[in-house]
């Protein structure tokens, strides 16, 4: 088993609806959660971060944690075509230093 | 520059030649991770610095896999008789000191060893 698990997806769909992207760690002490963004053959990059239960928003950006059944997740309101990229989800243990540990990535597909 | 900075974008070896990868983290930033991306995957770590102190080198494959960040700030990352299962890009992120302090990424190196 995989420590941190993605849906690989296609996830598709159509513009203006919420994209729902989840997660999954089986490492109880992880503390520190990243979405990244990754389009067709550009590097990650990073558009939320989250450390504690609940939710954290940023404009149509919300990420979910939910330690006790360990899952993470992004909401994506308002989808838009430049949304489609695939979705990394990065966990990070106190105890592992500072190395981030990626699920495979979900692709998201915004139909127009 | 603003951000994490990699040389060469791409790179073409046969097999058996030595490459070396450059980065150039973010002006500060304490921490330098080396990650490797194979196709449709996500980054796996391969090793972390901290200022000049290669402080996790757990991640890396094997012996022929060597990173340095002599004076702090930029970082190399050295294979030696490259096999075709090295193909992959090397992502390169740094960050500030901290638990959570989040990682920033360069453009990364795409190597194809034919």
């Known amino acids: 088993q995989k420590e941190v698990e993605q849906n690989s997806g296609p996830l598709s769909v159509p513009e203006g609806a919420i994209a729902s992207l989840n997660c999954t760690y089986s490492?109880?002490?992880?503390?520190?959660f990243f979405w990244y963004r990754q389009y067709s053959g550009k590097s990650p990059e990073l558009i939320m971060s989250?450390?504690?239960?609940g939710d954290k928003e940023d404009g149509r950006f919300t990420a979910q944690l939910n330690k006790a059944s360990q899952y993470v997740s992004l909401l994506i309101r308002d989808s838009q075509p430049s949304d489609s990229a695939t979705y990394l989800c990065?966990?990070?243990?106190?105890?592992?230093?500072?190395?981030?540990?990626f699920g495979g990535g979900t692709r998201l597909m915004v139909k127009p | 520059g603003a951000g994490v900075s990699q040389s060469p974008r791409y790179k073409v070896a046969k097999r058996g030649q030595d490459v070396a990868l450059r980065c150039d983290p973010i002006s500060g930033h304490v921490s330098l991770f080396w990650y490797q991306q194979a196709l449709g995957q996500g980054p796996e770590f391969l090793t972390y610095f901290q200022n000049e102190a290669q402080l996790d080198k757990s991640g890396l494959p094997s012996d022929r896999f060597f990173a340095e960040r002599p004076e702090g700030s930029v970082s190399t990352l050295k294979i030696q008789r490259t096999q075709q299962e090295d193909s992959a890009v090397y992502l390169c992120?740094?960050?500030?000191?901290?638990?959570?302090?989040?990682?920033?990424f360069g453009p990364g190196t795409r190597l194809t060893v034919l």
């Open positions: 989250i450390y504690s239960n």
């Open positions: 992120a740094s960050s500030l000191l901290g638990i959570g302090n989040e990682q920033f």
């Open positions: 490492d109880r002490v992880s503390q520190s």
């Open positions: 990065a966990v990070r243990a106190n105890n592992a230093g500072n190395m981030l540990t």
